[in-house]
C-alpha cells in the first residue's frame, strides 16, 4: 500500500517569492507520482507528472517537482507566484505493477499575498 | 475532447433521501474512478471501474451506496437513505488505462448536502 504525506497544511507566501511545497511518500514498490491543483469550488487540475526518467519534472503555470527516490519525496516549486497560485494543492502517487488508484495526501493550502 | 462531465453539480437533500450522481468520462476512456472529498481534505478513494466491470471498492463505500456502469461508458453513483455524514464533493475521474503511471482526469466534482 502507497500512503502520502504533505507536511504544511498552509503555506503563506508574498507575491513573487520562490515556493515550496512539500510531499513524502510511502511505498514497498515504485511508484509514479503526480501533483494536482485545486481552486476553489472546482475539480482538481494536473499540474506535472513523474513516471520515469529526469528527477526534475516540469510541469503548466511555472510550476516543477523533484523527485528524491532516496528520501521518498517529491517536492513542489515555483522560483515566483502571483496571486492567482493561490489554490489548494495535492500531491498523489500510484503504485506501479498492478496497483490502480492515486492515494492523496490531505493537501497544502498555498495562500499568495501582494 | 470535453473532459470529465458530473451532474447535478449541486445537490440538496433531506436526510433519509436518495440521491443519484453522474459521470461522464472522457471519451474512449477505459477506466472510471469515483473519489469523495470533505472540507480540508484530500479526495479518498471510493470505488473504480475498468469498461464495465466494477474492480475494486473502498470500505468507505458503505452498504449504502451503489455504483454501476453499465455499458462502459457513463456511470451512475447512488447513495440511499443519506445522512448527514454523506455530505462531501464527489469527484468523478476518468483515465485511458495502458498500464505505465497513465494520468487521471478529474471532473468539477458534485456536491452534496444532507440536511
Known amino acids: 500500500a502507497q500512503s502520502v504525506t504533505q507536511l504544511d497544511s498552509q503555506v503563506p507566501v508574498f507575491e513573487e517569492a520562490p515556493v515550496e511545497l512539500r510531499c513524502n511518500y510511502s511505498?514497498?514498490?515504485?511508484?509514479?507520482l503526480f501533483w494536482y491543483v485545486q481552486y476553489p469550488n472546482q475539480g482538481l487540475q494536473l499540474l506535472l507528472k513523474?513516471?520515469?526518467?529526469?528527477?526534475l519534472v516540469k510541469g503548466i503555470n511555472g510550476f516543477e517537482a523533484e523527485f528524491n527516490k532516496s528520501q521518498t519525496s517529491f517536492h513542489l516549486r515555483k522560483p515566483s507566484v502571483h496571486i492567482s497560485d493561490t489554490a489548494e494543492y495535492f500531491c498523489?502517487?500510484?503504485?506501479?505493477?498492478?496497483?490502480?488508484?492515486?492515494?492523496f495526501g490531505a493537501g497544502t493550502r498555498l495562500a499568495v499575498h501582494p | 475532447d470535453t473532459g470529465v462531465s458530473q451532474n447535478p453539480r449541486h445537490k440538496i437533500t433531506k436526510r433519509g433521501q436518495n440521491v443519484t450522481f453522474r459521470c461522464d468520462p472522457i471519451?474512449?476512456?477505459?477506466?472510471l474512478y469515483w473519489y469523495r472529498q470533505t472540507l480540508g481534505q484530500g479526495p479518498e478513494f471510493l470505488t473504480y471501474?475498468?469498461?464495465?466491470?466494477?474492480?475494486?471498492k473502498s470500505r468507505l463505500l458503505s452498504d449504502r451506496f451503489s455504483a454501476e456502469r453499465p455499458k462502459g461508458s457513463f456511470s451512475t453513483l447512488e447513495i440511499q437513505r443519506t445522512e448527514q455524514g454523506d455530505s462531501a464533493m464527489y469527484l468523478c475521474?476518468?483515465?485511458?488505462?495502458?498500464?505505465?503511471?497513465?494520468?487521471?482526469?478529474f471532473g468539477e466534482g458534485s456536491w452534496l448536502t444532507v440536511v
Open positions: 475521474a476518468s483515465s485511458l488505462f495502458t498500464g505505465n503511471g497513465n494520468t487521471i482526469y
Open positions: 511505498s514497498s514498490v515504485s511508484v509514479y
Open positions: 513523474y513516471l520515469s526518467g529526469s528527477t
Open positions: 498523489a502517487v500510484i503504485g506501479s505493477g498492478g496497483y490502480n488508484k492515486l492515494i
Open positions: 471519451s474512449e476512456h477505459n477506466r
Open positions: 471501474f475498468q469498461n464495465e466491470a466494477q474492480l475494486e
